[in-house]
């Protein structure tokens, strides 16, 4: 492989890109915030923080510099996490390349603003810049697809040149990468997911059982399309790798961070507290507020969405969410 990639984020699915890409012959350099981390992987080849247990690639180069991380790169990778993301995007603006590709694999709504990472780059970027916009997502667990198991993620761009550079350049025999035109779509399902898992976590803490995991899992597919289709989504989106597929893996996965947080909520643990345990962020916490506010701004109905805005930051206790939700008024299943 020919290209120039910069990874900007060291997190465990920056670590395990930028590694992957590695191992295919790109010439990667991965940004990390933390000096300590970046020496690190340096010395030992190893991200002991958030990937411990996966060697890196001999020919994975690591930076604290975002100017040596981003300045010439073809691709640039974004994997900061999304509440973070526009003060990572001005100062990499002025470092981009002209023609240069951004790829954003973190999955979130911006709180402040309600905008989705496409938005943001449109916004802080110059134009010609973000148009070579393209999302990764879809059901992918770091860990695994360190250790090489078999995955399916979907690279989304609204230029389908993009999309199929970005699909060439991440795909392997373990990592199988599709194209899709929707980015809205894929982007509202990745970041929605995050705040129906964290509701599915609440359900295995109280120990409700698989019938109610399963109904939110369906209802939350259903909150998701709603509010992809209101920001100009194709419905069929949704019902694929970043809306279906990672609705399922989230809500499920032992390895969920956002069903962790959920689980925990539900043995009655307090947000700050278990917050306070974590190491690597959890989008769903943020995102439940902000897909919240977006759904209310644009008249979108969300219930379990709300509820879980409500027990993450009013204190409404699991159980009586759960009441309030089966005991809506009756309705028809597609309403």
């Given amino acids: 492989m020919s290209e120039r990639i910069g990874v900007i984020g060291a997190g465990s699915w920056g670590t395990t890109l930028a590694n992957l890409l590695a191992k295919k012959g790109a010439d990667v350099t991965l940004w990390a915030y933390e000096p300590e981390l970046v020496a690190e992987m340096r010395e030992r080849r190893v991200n002991s923080l958030f990937l411990p247990g996966i060697e890196l690639s001999a020919g994975l180069a690591f930076t604290n510099s975002l100017e040596e991380a981003a300045a010439g790169k073809d691709i640039i990778l974004l994997v900061s996490p999304s509440q973070v993301m526009r003060t990572v995007l001005r100062q990499l603006a002025p470092l981009l390349r002209p023609g240069v590709t951004l790829v954003n694999a973190s999955k979130g709504i911006e709180l402040d603003t309600m905008m989705t990472v496409d938005q943001v ?11 070579r916009f393209c999302v990764l997502s879809g059901p992918s667990f770091a860990r695994e697809v360190a250790q090489e198991m078999p995955t399916a993620v979907v690279a989304a ?5 993009v999309a199929a550079l970005v699909q060439r350049v991440f795909a392997t025999p373990y990592f199988r990468v599709y194209t899709n035109g929707d980015v809205m779509g894929v982007e509202i399902g990745g970041s929605l997911k995050n705040v129906i898992a964290v509701a599915a976590g609440i ?21 998701m399309t709603r509010l992809g289709v209101a920001m100009g989504a194709d ?42 345990e974590m190491r ?5 916490v943020k995102t439940a507020e902000s897909a919240w506010r977006l759904a209310a701004r644009i008249g979108v109905e969300m219930p379990i969405t709300e509820k879980v805005y409500q027990v993450l930051y009013e204190d409404k206790p699991a159980r009586q969410a759960v009441l309030e939700l089966m005991t809506r008024d009756p309705k028809a299943e597609r309403g």
């Fill in 121 to 131: 780059c449109a916004e802080v970027l110059p134009a010609a810049i973000a148009r």
């Fill in 203 to 223: 359900s295995d803490g109280l120990g409700l059982g698989h019938n109610t995991r399963a109904a939110l899992i369906t209802r939350g597919l259903a909150e």
């Fill in 235 to 276: 419905p069929a989106t949704f019902a694929g790798l970043a809306g279906m597929g990672d609705l399922v893996l989230t809500c499920t996965g032992d390895l969920s961070r956002n069903r962790t947080v959920g689980m925990k909520l539900g043995q009655g643990m307090r947000l700050a507290e278990i917050l306070g």
């Fill in 280 to 284: 690597m962020v959890a989008e769903g």
């Fill in 157 to 161: 761009a609204t230029d389908q040149t």
